[in-house]
């Protein structure tokens, strides 16, 4: 949602997610639905920007659910800042040489049952870490991208959350 989102707003250019806060896990039961939005506000500063058509440059989001339709009380899953990054460049960065500098190793399987025995039980399709390489302030993972993704994702929510699961590494 939220890469989707950055991407109509600031078209091609980099953007970058910012101050992200995640107040509240988004746990469902295998045949649990609930309605989620994604609420995009552009930042106080932009606003006159915005009624002269120039374009938005900076916003914050609001990753909301609700248990049922008409439920006044939703819960907050993710807030933060989206921003253009006019630095936005080709640096690059070495993948060799991060994963040289994160030399304790743990199998995506070791890693995935210490979640279970915390009562965190990522279901099947979101278990795609192969391996975690922690350092003294980095982590490195390689991830199993899933075979087929839904057209309509820049990236495949399993993905991103495989991506985050590297902070609890």
């Given at each position: 949602?939220?890469?989707?989102?950055?991407?109509?707003?600031?078209?091609?250019?980099?953007?970058?997610?910012?101050?992200?806060?995640?107040?509240?896990?988004?746990?469902?039961?295998?045949?649990?639905?609930?309605?989620?939005?994604?609420?995009?506000?552009?930042?106080?500063?932009?606003?006159?920007?915005?009624?002269?058509?120039?374009?938005?440059?900076?916003?914050?989001?609001?990753?909301?659910?609700?248990?049922?339709?008409?439920?006044?009380?939703?819960?907050?899953?993710?807030?933060?800042?989206?921003s253009e990054n006019r630095a936005h460049s080709s640096t690059s960065l070495s993948i060799q040489?991060?994963?040289?500098?994160?030399?304790?190793?743990?199998?995506?399987?070791?890693?995935?049952?210490?979640?279970?025995?915390?009562?965190?039980?990522?279901?099947?399709?979101?278990?795609?870490?192969?391996?975690?390489?922690?350092?003294?302030?980095?982590?490195?993972?390689?991830?199993?991208?899933?075979?087929?993704?839904?057209?309509?994702?820049?990236?495949?929510?399993?993905?991103?959350?495989?991506?985050?699961?590297?902070?609890?590494?």
């Amino acid at each position: 949602f939220i890469l989707n989102a950055a991407q109509q707003m600031f078209g091609t250019q980099g953007y970058e997610i910012q101050e992200i806060i995640f107040p509240e896990p988004l746990i469902l039961s295998e045949n649990e639905e609930r309605i989620v939005q994604l609420v995009v506000t552009p930042t106080e500063d932009r606003q006159e920007d915005i009624r002269k058509a120039s374009r938005v440059t900076a916003a914050s989001f609001q990753l909301i659910s609700f248990a049922t339709p008409g439920d006044q009380h939703p819960a907050t899953h993710a807030v933060g800042n989206l921003s253009e990054n006019r630095a936005h460049s080709s640096t690059s960065l070495s993948i060799q040489a991060v994963a040289a500098r994160c030399r304790e190793e743990i199998a995506g399987p070791t890693f995935y049952e210490k979640m279970r025995q915390q009562h965190i039980d990522m279901g099947p399709r979101f278990q795609l870490v192969n391996t975690f390489k922690r350092g003294a302030r980095e982590t490195f993972c390689q991830i199993r991208i899933p075979e087929t993704s839904p057209d309509d994702w820049q990236t495949d929510p399993p993905v991103i959350d495989a991506c985050l699961q590297t902070i609890d590494a």
